[in-house]
Every structure is written in C-alpha cells, then in structure tokens.
C-alpha cells in the first residue's frame, strides 16, 4: 500500500519515467535468468510486475477522471 500511494502522488510524466526505468530493470532480471546466473534476489522479478501494473492502473484512472 506504501508504494501505490507514493504512485498516486506523482504526476503523469513522473508516472511514465518510473514505468520506463522498471520496465529497464526488468529486462536485466530477465536476461539473468535467462543466461543462467543466479539472481541476487529471486522476487525482484514479481515485485517489479507488480509495481508497472499499479502504475498502468493509476495512469487509466488518470485518465477516465480527465474525460
């Protein structure tokens, strides 16, 4: 809940940099395992799924209250 309201505060453009740089991060978790190597922390993958669709959902909500 932390982290969904510290999404909710930041503006759009904010918003979309942050989606960018997790969606960076988890581009380098997937080719780690992909080659092989052993993860330095093997949720990292789920929590940043997590946190680029929470940011995907308060962008629509952003969205729908502009129209």
Do not use: D, Y
């Not at 932390?2 to 960076?24: H, N, P, Q, V, Y």
């Not at 997937?30 to 929470?54: C, D, H, L, W, Y």
């Amino acid at each position: 809940m932390k982290i969904t309201k510290e999404f909710r505060g930041l503006a759009r453009e904010e918003l979309s940099s942050r989606m960018m740089e997790l969606k960076r991060e988890l581009l380098k978790l997937n080719v780690e395992v992909a080659s092989g190597a052993n993860t330095s922390s093997p949720g990292k993958i789920r929590q940043v799924k997590k946190n680029i669709a929470r940011i995907l959902t308060i962008l629509n909500e952003k969205s729908k209250e502009a129209k």
